[in-house]
């Protein structure tokens, strides 16, 4: 089955300056991979999501990035504010999964914006 | 607005005692998940179900099982619950269609188990 990594667990950044979050999945057929955003004490939300069929995806100051050869992808945040301050989790569907629309999350990354 | 609801927040329990935690959905929403959420780990599926009265075991099914009678209402059961299944427990819902739907988790439950 799908394995999902996520890396670093843990990021601080300045406000302003950029964050990183990368992802390396393990099953080639994986076609789509949500970015879930969880604020303390809140539940995850989809704040964006790419298929394979395309390798760039921006939504303002988020975007995220996949290169299918090396089975990884990223998704970055600029000039980072207070407000960007949460955990983030990567996920992959599963493909055997079929249309369920199972996913495989990784282990989450938090984000500490530093005002 | 989708709305996905969990039945309690907070739950304590004792070791041994059957625990049942009720998801419902409003968006007439085919899949329904449930995963447990601990630091270090993500979210790590258990189970989910795809129509009424269909499951899939997901990664750590061990331990739980699931109901789901109506397509709005998924319930996860601890059959005797333990103390490593103290968690925080997330419920989600999503569409089929395309299978690449956004899935709608609901506040989470946290449960202790003593």
């Known amino acids: 089955g799908e394995n999902v990594e996520q890396h670093p667990s843990t990021l601080s950044v300045q406000e302003g300056d950029s964050a990183v979050i990368k992802c390396t999945y393990s099953?080639?057929?994986?076609?789509?991979f949500p970015w879930y955003k969880q604020e303390l004490g809140k539940r995850p939300q989809l704040i964006i999501d790419?298929?394979?069929?395309?390798g760039e995806k921006k939504d303002q100051r988020i975007a995220v990035t996949l290169n299918k050869t090396a089975k990884h992808f990223s998704l970055h945040i600029t000039e980072t504010q207070p407000e960007d301050s949460a955990v983030y989790f990567c996920?992959?569907?599963?493909?055997?999964?079929?249309?369920?629309?199972?996913?495989?999350f990784g282990t989450g990354t938090l984000l500490a914006v530093q005002p | 607005d989708v709305k996905v609801t969990q039945s309690s927040r907070y739950l304590v329990k004792r070791t041994g005692e059957k625990v049942f935690l009720e998801c419902v959905q409003d968006?007439?929403?085919?899949?329904m998940f449930w995963y447990r959420q601990d630091p270090g780990l993500g979210l790590r599926l258990i189970y989910f179900?795809?129509?009424?009265?269909?499951?899939e075991k997901g990664d750590i099914p061990e331990g739980y099982s699931v109901s789901r009678e109506k397509k709005e209402r998924f319930s996860l059961i601890l059959e005797s619950a333990s103390t490593n299944q103290t968690s925080m427990y997330l419920c989600?819902?999503?569409?089929?269609?395309?299978?690449?739907?956004?899935?709608?988790f609901g506040p989470g439950t946290r449960l202790t188990v003593l």
């Open positions: 989600a819902s999503s569409l089929v269609a395309g299978g690449y739907n956004e899935q709608f």
């Open positions: 099953d080639s057929a994986s076609n789509y």
């Open positions: 790419i298929r394979s069929n395309v």
């Open positions: 996920a992959a569907k599963d493909f055997q999964g079929g249309a369920t629309n199972k996913l495989i």
């Open positions: 968006m007439d929403h085919e899949n």
């Open positions: 179900s795809y129509d009424v009265k269909m499951k």
